[in-house]
């Protein structure tokens, strides 16, 4: 069902508090935070409601990021049928090691696929809470944001009409591809990248699990990564050279790479199964900063992408859209600008930090495939560090599951 608000295609302007541009898990959260608060938005997006559903991506969910939805009530069926993860993996020399995050910290994650959980999203926002939006709209624009008088336009997608809607503010959550960064002047945000010169074939197939957990791959030929999705539906990576073409990679040569990449003492062989998405990513971050200009407040990819090496993306927007939501309904209902004006620094902390343990364990996965013999030898005892030491260990559970109270 496309949930829509027939009075938006008169062409006539409209009038919105908020207009959120973007569906994904930051801009839908933020949509039901503000409708909780009985603040009107308005959603746009370019995608239609049945693709955005079916959208696979990010499964892992830190507990903090879990119990903040359920603190919003938006995470019922994810605590009814996401899967509580206590434990990884690693498999490096031949050997399996096991590290029980949940047992030292007593934090899990939870793993739900990403499309389930914008499923539940817009049918809170759209459905329950009677929160206006716009599938398949085209042409975003933004206008005056550095005024009091913000608005932002579109073309309707039946009637081909140009749309303006009239804002108090304008939440940018239209991911990396979006078009909400590139509204703010280059002289008024900095853009910081890194990029790791690594590509990740991702993978989904149509095979059980063939762990209980987690695993990761650490190999002379490149990293392999193991996720369950579901029972039926698990997440492969494969390293491999940026910007490499899916197609060079056979159902035979994956296979065969995975077996031998996740292989380990001990180990049973994988179970394998049709592959239903082959993708290459190449691993690259950025940070906008700030994630504000005049009355757009960025969130989520759209103000920062961190490559999906430690599984930070979807919670880093949730955490955003947790803090605009706050923020932006504070200055609606009580006119309190404190959180507003603060939500860049309120933000950036977790951000950077997620960086920081992206790059740490971006060497540590590929490190031995580097061909470098002294960075071999450094990953290697960078792992062995991790399971010798009870204190690196404390210190890699807290950067994994996101628990540090101070960010
Ligand atoms: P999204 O999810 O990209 O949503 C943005 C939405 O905006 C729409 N859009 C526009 N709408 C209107 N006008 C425009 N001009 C628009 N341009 C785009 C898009 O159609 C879309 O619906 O951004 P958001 O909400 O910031 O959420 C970010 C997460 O999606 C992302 O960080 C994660 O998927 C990253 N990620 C992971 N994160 C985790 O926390 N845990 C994981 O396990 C994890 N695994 C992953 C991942 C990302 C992956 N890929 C594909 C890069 C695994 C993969 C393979």
Redesign the pocket.
Known sequence: MTSTTPHLNSGAPQRFPVVI????????TLGNILRAASVDCLV????TRAF?EQ?P?????EEWAVRGLERRGLAANLLARGQVHSECEFRFAGERYRFEYAELTGHHHFVYP?QFL?TDLVREYADVRGGAVRFG?RD?ELHDLDTGRPSVS?TCPESGVRQFVHCDFVAG????????RASIPADRAHVSRYDYGIGWL?LLAEAPPSNDCVVFGVHPRGFAGH?ARSPEVT?YYLQCPPGDDPENWSHERVWTELQERLGAAGAPRLTEGRLIEK?V?DMHSYVVEPMAFGRLFL????AH??A?IA???????LHDAFVLGDALTAVLTKGDSTGLDGYSRACLGRVWDYQEFSQWLSEVYHGTASGDPHRAGTTLARLRRLFGSPAAARAFAEQYLGTNADY
């Open positions: 541009v973007g569906a994904g898990p930051a801009g839908l746009l997006e370019t995608e955005i959208r991506r990010a499964g892992v969910l990403q914008v709209v975003v579109y959550c239209d991911g990396a591809r979006g078009v909400t991702a996720m997440r993708r990513l969130a989520g990819d759209a992408l961190t999906p599984a930070k993306g979807m919670n880093l927007a």
